[in-house]
């Protein structure tokens, strides 16, 4: 098997890119099973270039394959913010709390029809010769006005799914995992491996 390296030591980002690459004969670990222990800064204006400024990161560190997630939630009415800084929205350190209570507040005399947002998620796969694969994927949905679910993370409390109609939070996390934006990037990325593995 192949090693390809994840730029993030996130267990369920682990997890869920794992399941697609072991179909290609990839094996994925983190960057501290690779013994890689470094802050990449991501100093990007897209999550298309921060995903590739951490996959970058991770290939010169370490000369071998990396894969890179840079994900967040746009909302219309606040003209795509938070954006790639969704993650801080509210300030350092990241408080998903905090975030939300922002959001919400940002959106306070926002009616309902102009709360639409999606979540997007672009992942980066970065071979050693430069070869570049890049997935985006978006869900689309709008902002409630309160936190509804307890199954989620980060914004899920508060994201209308279009589909469903109920937020990322009250989702099972199959349900979440087969409509969410990284799942649609990683199938994107899995057809475009498919692609390179029939050339």
């Excluded at 109609?165 to 990325?189: C, D, M, P, Q, Y």
Aim: proline fraction near 2%; hydrophobic fraction near 40%; include cysteine.
């Amino acid at each position: 098997m192949t090693k390809a390296i994840l730029a993030s030591n996130n267990a369920h980002k682990l997890e869920e890119i794992y399941d697609i690459l072991k179909d290609f004969n990839y094996e994925l670990i983190s960057m501290r099973d690779a013994g890689l222990e470094m802050d990449i800064e991501e100093n990007g204006l897209t999550f298309e270039s921060n995903s590739l400024i951490k996959a970058k990161a991770v290939v010169d560190a370490l000369g071998c394959i990396a894969i890179a997630d840079d994900s967040g939630l746009m909302v219309d009415a606040l003209d795509g913010a938070p954006g790639i800084y969704s993650a801080r929205y509210a300030g350092e350190p990241s408080d998903s709390n905090k975030n939300n209570e922002k959001l919400l507040d940002a959106l306070k005399d926002v009616s309902d029809d102009k709360r639409t947002a999606k979540f997007v998620s672009v992942i980066t796969m970065l071979f050693e010769d430069g070869e570049t694969i890049v997935a985006r994927g978006e869900a689309h949905g709008k902002i409630g006005y309160e936190y509804k679910g307890d199954n989620g993370f980060g914004y899920d409390p508060l994201f209308i799914d279009d589909v469903s109609g109920v937020t990322f939070a009250e989702l099972s996390s199959k349900e979440k995992n087969e409509r969410s934006h990284r799942a649609k990037a990683l199938i994107i990325l899995k057809e475009a491996l498919e692609k390179r593995a029939n050339k």
